[in-house]
């Protein structure tokens, strides 16, 4: 069975950093591409950055560089480093995962089919 087990959220203040992670089981890393959303409320989800961590490839769908994702393959887990952080990334965070062979290219625009249970990144003074 497919699981993704997200952690790491919690209350930090502006410009502060939090790392997320996204502990996979039930597959092969290797095989998947995993993604990190957010959803805040009153506002459409939104895709971060996606990772498959076979190759190293990534994808940001901003590229201000405050994110950076990255994989320990050993551990089945991604991570999501967040820097200088601001009120507004205030949001639930999911990681998702989506089979490699399911997808043409590297990005969050696509349908993800496994999901975490979202962790909490609350940025308040």
């Known amino acids: 069975e497919v699981q993704l087990q997200a952690s790491g959220g919690g209350l930090v203040q502006p410009g502060g950093s939090l790392r997320l992670s996204c502990v996979a089981s039930?597959?092969?890393?290797?095989?998947?591409?995993i993604a990190w959303f957010r959803q805040a409320p009153g506002k459409e989800h939104e895709g971060l950055a996606c990772?498959?961590?076979?190759?190293?490839?990534t994808y940001y769908a901003d590229d201000k560089g405050r994110f950076a994702i990255s994989s320990d393959n050993a551990k089945n887990t991604v991570y999501l480093q967040m820097n200088s952080l601001k009120p507004e990334d205030t949001a639930t965070y999911y990681c998702a995962a989506k089979a490699l062979d399911l997808m043409d290219y590297l990005d969050v625009s696509q349908e993800y089919h496994y999901w975490g249970q979202g962790t909490q990144v609350t940025v308040s003074s």
């Open positions: 039930g597959f092969r890393l290797n095989d998947y591409a």
């Open positions: 990772i498959s961590s076979g190759s190293g490839s």
